[in-house]
């Protein structure tokens, strides 16, 4: 079993940066695959990052290459998302999610958080 509970978001105007956080609790964390979803009014939930356990591996939705960074800190027991150059359209709930199938935290993770809201102003 993983909690998850996000960090980081709030109001930032366009072109501005956040780190958003995810600390997790429970005995697997250090041995779960994460991810980072977002959902936006009126739009499905899409995935926009995920890390292996190891850190050795990494997805980026299209939309977001170059702008965001998915990292993990096992020792802390949490994953973090840097975003960079953010946009209007970047606006949106995200979402930390964690699985123990790495090709399944993209898809359909098992575990997630609350979410934190990302408004970002033009």
């Known amino acids: 079993q993983v909690q998850l509970v996000e960090s980081g978001g709030g109001l930032v105007q366009a072109g501005g940066s956040l780190r958003l956080s995810c600390a997790a609790s429970g005995r697997t964390f250090s041995r779960s695959h994460m991810g980072w979803f977002r959902q936006a009014p009126g739009k499905e939930r899409e995935c926009v990052a995920a890390v292996s356990w190891t850190g050795g591996r990494t997805y980026y939705a299209d939309s977001v290459k170059g702008r965001f960074t998915i990292s993990r800190d096992n020792a802390k027991n949490t994953v973090y998302l840097q975003i960079h150059s953010l946009k209007p359209e970047d606006t949106a709930v995200y979402y930390c999610?964690?699985?123990?199938?790495?090709?399944?935290?993209?898809?359909?993770?098992?575990?997630w958080g609350q979410g934190t809201q990302v408004t970002v102003s033009s």
């Open positions: 999610a964690a699985d123990n199938v790495y090709t399944q935290v993209v898809i359909t993770p098992h575990y």
